[in-house]
């Protein structure tokens, strides 16, 4: 079943909507520092080179099952299915290979329902979490794509990691509270019928004003081995955080002269290419951490020139993403604090996988655009 649209959102446009200048404040013992590492603009291994190669497309028969918008979220289940959240669609599930299976509850604001889905997280077991951010809740459907669970959420949580559901959860937020207003990483509970904050932290709290009301939040992602890495998407710094104490335990300081001191992630204009955006991160099994960025592609002027040029605001649906933007992907070693592998692909990145893959928003020959799940491997 399709959704009424209510505004233009997708997953990179709502990392684009949070992207401003950080105004840094200390907040006591919780704005934590660790050692921080400058990571050089040079690749350290001269023969590695980043393969990508197309792995899943999605298909379907109706309209509903058709994925022909930017999706919000995409997130693998036990099973290997694909769960699917787009803007004015109910979230959708697909078989390993791209085919479309069924849509999950129906339009609405009672049980079982949503209004707009957003953020897919997978659950231990066979279960995934939907967070819908019209209805300010979190739902745990089972995997026959039933809801089994809903707890009222007051914040939109983003990039939310299970580390002991349903009792501690790494989620980036904006939080305005006391005791959590400026802090992006919070240890958050779901046992109850509202979600509770147990604890905010963070290495660079903002000052919560209007301007930058939207500047409190990062990108994590869970590493594997010793808990989870988190950036900013517009200050290029990748933090590796322990998951027993949550304690920061380093900072890779980017010195790119591309991405800049810190960067306004805005689309730009006519004449102005857009600014660069981290959009995802991932931990591979050697601990490699793999940065994937959104920066201005080659042909980027023209997506402009059918929007007037004396028009104050541009809808992002004016614009075609997957060729207005393309991905870089740069691979850091942290115990060598140096770019190992550097590549690219074509689009936005939408997420990153556990098994290596990643789902991408990416041009076809046919002047559209299509969701791919993508291989990723790094040849040494």
Same mark, same amino acid.
Do not use: K
């Given at each position: 079943m399709r959704l009424i649209p209510r505004r233009n959102v997708t997953r990179f446009g709502r990392i684009a909507a949070v992207l401003c200048l950080l105004v840094l404040q200390e907040k006591g013992l919780r704005a934590q520092r660790a050692p921080e590492r400058?990571?050089?603009d040079v690749v350290s291994c001269k023969s590695c080179r980043i393969l990508v190669t197309p792995s899943? %497309?999605? %298909?379907g028969f109706t309209v509903d099952?058709?994925? %022909?918008?930017?999706p919000l979220d995409v997130a693998l289940d036990a099973s290997g299915r694909f769960w699917i959240t787009s803007e004015g669609y109910l979230p959708r599930i697909y078989s390993r290979n791209g085919t479309?299976?069924?849509s999950v509850g129906r339009e609405g604001g009672g049980p079982g329902e949503f209004r707009f889905p957003t953020t897919l997280a997978r659950l231990p077991g066979d279960s995934m979490l939907v967070l819908?951010?019209?209805l300010r809740r979190a739902m745990v459907i089972d995997s026959a794509g039933r809801v089994v669970r809903a707890v009222a959420t007051t914040d939109q949580l983003l990039f939310p990691i299970p580390n002991r559901w349903p009792d501690e959860v790494v989620v980036s937020a904006r939080i305005a509270t006391p005791a959590a207003a400026g802090f992006p990483l919070h240890i958050v509970s779901f046992t109850g019928q509202q979600v509770s904050v147990k604890r905010s932290f963070g290495s660079l709290p903002s000052a919560m004003t209007p301007r930058n009301a939207l500047t409190s939040y990062s990108v994590v992602a869970a590493d594997g081995l010793e808990g989870y890495v988190a950036t900013n998407p517009v200050r290029y710094a990748i933090e590796r955080w322990s998951k027993k104490d949550n304690q920061l335990l380093q900072v890779l300081k980017r010195d790119a002269p591309w991405f800049g001191e810190v960067s306004t992630g805005k689309i730009g204009n006519h004449d102005t290419q857009p600014e660069p955006a981290i959009q995802a991160l991932f931990v591979d099994k050697q601990g490699m951490i793999w940065v994937f960025v959104s920066v201005a592609a080659e042909r980027w002027r023209e997506q402009w020139k059918d929007v007037p040029r004396n028009v104050q605001e541009v809808s992002s649906r004016s614009l075609d993403r997957s060729r207005?933007?393309?991905?870089?992907i740069e691979v850091l070693d942290p115990k060598g604090t140096s770019v190992v592998a550097r590549g690219s692909f074509p689009g936005v990145m939408v997420s990153s996988f556990s098994d290596g893959r990643v789902a991408a928003w990416q041009p076809t020959l046919n002047g559209e655009a299509q969701l791919r799940v993508l291989n990723l491997e790094l040849k040494r």
């Open positions: 400058v990571v050089f899943v %497309s999605f %298909s099952a058709t994925v %022909s918008e930017p479309y299976l069924r819908d951010l019209d207005l933007l393309q991905t870089r």
